[in-house]
């Protein structure tokens, strides 16, 4: 099992706030030789569509020596964990769960936006310090 994020356990109250049910802890993505782990699967049923939504999480803090190194690997998860998933289960919405100060700091550098839109990286904005969502992006 992988270390949890510093920030594994605000993200989870903060999707629970919201109205989600946390479904795995990690969840795991399994592929043929391939066994990953992502930090959370969750789901909600949308009263309106009468359907369920699923998403899995990957959260990260951002916390390393370098902010593009960072980005580098949490893009590569999440690209890893996106492509798998659209074949073991393609319902199934893959997003980055990051701090609202990562997002405003780093996040909306015209160069950062610009690897975000072209990977298509969806993202959750976390409000740390009121364990709460402030932004989806998808």
Do not use: C
């Amino acid at each position: 099992m992988p270390a949890k994020d510093v920030y594994h356990n605000v993200v989870k109250t903060a999707l629970v706030k919201e109205g989600w049910t946390i479904t795995a802890d990690p969840y795991t993505i399994k592929y043929e030789e391939l066994q990953l782990f992502a930090d959370l699967g969750a789901g909600r049923t949308v009263i309106a569509q009468r359907n369920q939504q699923e998403i899995i999480v990957e959260i990260k803090s951002f916390i390393g020596r370098s902010l593009i190194r960072d980005l580098e690997n949490a893009l590569g998860q999440y690209i890893i964990y996106r492509t798998l998933l659209s074949v073991t289960n393609p319902s199934y919405q893959v997003y980055l769960a990051i701090s609202q100060d990562v997002y405003e700091n780093f996040f909306l550098q015209v160069a950062i936006q610009l690897i975000v839109q072209q990977n298509q990286v969806a993202l959750i904005v976390v409000n740390i310090e009121a364990e709460e969502v402030t932004q989806w992006i998808s």
